[in-house]
């Protein structure tokens, strides 16, 4: 039956007619509205990592509702979910002094981070400091200017110009990040945007020294660094913001799907107390910048819930442990004639991408994959190249087998 709704990213053209349609979830699984069950290999789009159908989840958000369902916290007003959350997160964040900028979503929590960052240029005298720069490949949501410095062309291209003030650098290389500052000029340059992990643009994990050498460029030239950990964080990649891992302390950083396991929309922005120095000590600097649902409580109320689940189950060090193994469950495929590359063992996320030769004969390959891949009862995340893996952090040993062989029966056929 012809559909009213209209779905992000998908030619309506195809899918009008053709929608798949879930019912229900638990842990890794989900169910099609004919009872089919599906591994959800995928945690949906990168974000159910404490898996799905979690009653204490629902019941937080619940009760939260029946009490207060929203209200603003514009001005002096707050609720106990939204402060609770955002001190459980400074806490958490590998910086001093952290504050929390609440948001519905990533995309939002990158227009936060970068507006943010922009206004403390300002109010540290600074005005002209706006270029933005970010990498190749990179994925930073779809609101204005996470549409503006996308990474991925494709994403940023047929809209007309939506941010002029950025660059892109390429995603492997400290020198061309350092070049691309003194090419724009230090003195204009407001911050280096960046994923430990590129996730839709690939599954690129960044080359061994990259992370602390951009650190440390933007440092010299007095460049903030915002990390975006909208898919790395709340276990991703093993830590609560995914940077960790390099140990280093950016100036802002983005989250938003694990921190709510997706049960509910909510994301921000963790920033440095530095940073926020000046907003807390100087009147007259407010950020005129937010929405409605900032610091929702319902949304919020889901959160504190799902991060006690990640930390009663362990979930983070799950995570740790079973990246090896979905790397040695997914490398073999890369031995497969259609296979270029299979990227895994940072974090619980790969990739298998294909071969660029077969995309001449078969330009529909990657989601002609993903179908086969389906009907043997595994969801997978299609990218321009390649599938992208990335579990509930739940998954237990059999069922990571299970995603591979169900790549290796659809490579088959595909064939
Ligand atoms: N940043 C990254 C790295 C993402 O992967 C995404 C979404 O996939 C976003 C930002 C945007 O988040 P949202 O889709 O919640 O707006």
Redesign the pocket.
């Known amino acids: 039956m012809d559909t009213a709704l209209w779905h992000p990213f998908s030619d309506m053209a195809v899918v009008r007619e053709d929608e798949f349609v879930l019912e229900r979830g638990e842990d890794v699984w989900v169910y099609d509205a004919a009872g089919n069950r599906y591994l959800d290999a995928t945690a949906s ?2 974000y159910a990592n404490a898996g799905h159908g979690r009653a204490e989840i629902a019941d937080a958000a619940a009760e939260q509702m029946r009490k207060l369902a929203g209200y603003s916290i514009f001005g002096d007003f707050t609720n106990e979910p939204a402060r609770a959350l955002a001190g459980r997160l400074a806490g958490l964040a590998p910086m001093p002094d952290a504050k929390v900028f609440l948001t519905a ?6 227009d936060s981070a970068v507006k943010i960052a922009r206004r403390y240029h300002v109010v540290q005298g600074q005005p002209e400091r706006v270029h933005v720069i970010s990498r190749t490949n990179s ?5 204005g200017i ?1 549409t503006g410095v996308a990474g991925i062309e494709a994403n940023r291209t047929g809209f007309g110009e939506i941010l002029p003030s950025s660059s892109r650098v390429a995603y492997d290389s400290v020198d061309a990040l350092r070049d691309e500052i003194r090419r724009v000029g230090p003195e204009r340059v407001a911050a280096f945007l960046f ?1 430990p992990v590129i ?2 643009g690939g599954v690129l994990a960044p080359p061994e020294g990259y992370v602390q050498g951009v650190v440390d460029v933007c440092r010299e030239y007095g460049v903030l660094v915002i990390a ?1 950990a ?2 790395c964080g709340f276990g991703r990649l093993g830590t609560w913001f995914g940077v960790e891992r390099w140990g280093v302390e950016p100036d802002l950083i ?1 989250f ?2 694990g921190v709510t396991s997706g049960y509910l929309p909510l ?1 921000g922005v963790v920033v440095h107390g530095r940073v926020a120095e000046p907003f807390w000590a100087r009147s007259g600097t407010t950020l005129r910048h937010g929405a409605t649902y900032s610091g929702h409580p319902a949304c919020c109320a889901a959160a504190l819930a799902n991060i006690d689940i990640l930390e009663r189950d362990n979930l983070l060090q799950r995570g740790q442990l079973l990246e090896g193994e979905l790397a040695a469950a997914l490398q073999p495929l890369a031995a497969h004639p259609l296979v270029r590359e299979v990227r895994a063992g940072v974090g619980l996320l790969a990739a298998v991408e294909l071969q660029p030769d077969l995309f001449e004969r078969l330009p529909s390959a990657v989601a002609d994959l993903s179908l086969l891949i389906r009907q043997r009862g595994v969801l997978t995340r299609t990218l321009a190249k390649a599938l992208a893996v990335s579990p509930p952090l739940t998954i237990q040993r059999p069922e990571i087998n299970e995603i591979a062989q169900a790549f290796a029966a659809g490579l088959d056929e595909l064939a």
Not at 139 to 143: A, D, L, V
């Open positions: 789009l990168w979503g990533g995309g939002e929590a990158i994925y930073h949501g779809t609101n996470g994923e996730g839709a975006d909208v898919i983005t938003a799907k994301g």
